[in-house]
């Protein structure tokens, strides 16, 4: 009890220190002779609104993804739940009613999802920008040992990593997933070369890593490039 206890409180000190966010995807099925007009239209409508303090919208292109993950895009929104629920009712405006009406018409409903989470422990704060990023979804049944274990992960890749969160998706699940890993990387090499090890410590670590969480079920991933963010 008093380990638990120990590890709950570590956890939410780092969780405090590092600024901890609220985030919203709104994952689109655009099809392939839309993409450019569906950029224009999001870029001329994100690039002419007030967006809060503290607020970033970034829209990212799906480039891999498994079979059953029809969605192409993702527009995510990502900031303190105060801001994000601000930014929220500013959208009822007849401006926000033409844009929707017109992304609808030049997006496929099959793949329309929103989902939404907060982050639990993040890493490297400052490569959030980092244009190539990997989404990692989990079924967890011990969150406890699941994020213990992935604090001992990073205490050997943290340096060498780009920015990385674990949190939950509380809203919008579908598959019953409970938990994610977010890590970005600077380049598609480097997201590429995802899981080698570097070093015997590096291998060590990773072995460590699969044995604690052996009980947990990792569903799926997904890779996607950011096409641009506004802030």
Same mark, same amino acid.
């Given at each position: 009890?008093?380990?638990?206890?120990?590890?709950?409180?570590?956890?939410?000190?780092?969780?405090?220190?590092?600024?901890?966010?609220?985030?919203?995807? &709104?994952?689109?099925?655009?099809? !392939?002779?839309?993409?450019? #007009?569906?950029?224009?239209?999001?870029? %001329?409508?994100? *690039?002419?609104?007030?967006?809060?303090?503290?607020?970033?919208?970034?829209?990212?292109?799906?480039?891999?993804?498994?079979?059953?993950?029809?969605?192409?895009?993702?527009?995510?929104?990502?900031?303190?739940?105060?801001?994000?629920?601000?930014?929220?009712?500013?959208?009822?405006?007849?401006?926000?009613?033409?844009?929707?009406?017109?992304?609808?018409?030049?997006?496929?409903?099959?793949?329309?999802?929103?989902?939404?989470?907060?982050?639990?422990?993040?890493?490297?704060?400052?490569?959030?920008?980092?244009?190539?990023?990997?989404?990692?979804?989990?079924? &967890?049944?011990?969150?406890?040992? !699941?994020?213990?274990?992935? #604090?001992?992960?990073?205490?050997?890749? %943290?340096?060498? *990593?780009?920015?990385?969160?674990?949190?939950?998706?509380?809203?919008?699940?579908?598959?019953?997933?409970?938990?994610?890993?977010?890590?970005?990387?600077?380049?598609?090499?480097?997201?590429?070369?995802?899981?080698?090890?570097?070093?015997?410590?590096?291998?060590?670590?990773?072995?460590?890593?699969?044995?604690?969480?052996?009980?947990?079920?990792?569903?799926?991933?997904?890779?996607?490039?950011?096409?641009?963010?506004?802030?």
């Amino acid at each position: 009890m008093r380990k638990t206890l120990f590890i709950t409180t570590f956890l939410f000190t780092i969780s405090l220190s590092a600024q901890n966010i609220t985030w919203q995807n &709104v994952n689109l099925n655009v099809p !392939f002779e839309n993409t450019q #007009a569906v950029f224009n239209l999001i870029d %001329g409508f994100y *690039s002419n609104i007030e967006i809060p303090e503290g607020i970033r919208v970034s829209l990212w292109s799906i480039e891999y993804k498994g079979s059953s993950e029809k969605a192409t895009h993702v527009l995510n929104f990502a900031g303190t739940k105060e801001n994000l629920v601000e930014f929220e009712s500013r959208k009822l405006t007849s401006e926000w009613d033409a844009y929707l009406s017109k992304l609808n018409s030049l997006t496929n409903r099959d793949g329309f999802a929103v989902t939404a989470g907060v982050t639990l422990v993040r890493y490297n704060i400052d490569k959030w920008q980092e244009t190539i990023a990997q989404s990692h979804q989990w079924k &967890v049944k011990n969150p406890i040992k !699941f994020i213990s274990a992935f #604090a001992n992960l990073m205490s050997v890749f %943290g340096d060498s *990593s780009g920015y990385v969160s674990i949190g939950q998706t509380t809203h919008g699940v579908e598959n019953g997933e409970t938990h994610y890993i977010y890590a970005t990387y600077p380049d598609l090499i480097s997201a590429l070369d995802f899981g080698n090890a570097a070093t015997q410590d590096e291998s060590d670590a990773i072995v460590s890593w699969f044995e604690a969480t052996r009980d947990e079920e990792y569903t799926r991933s997904v890779t996607r490039v950011m096409l641009k963010s506004w802030e």
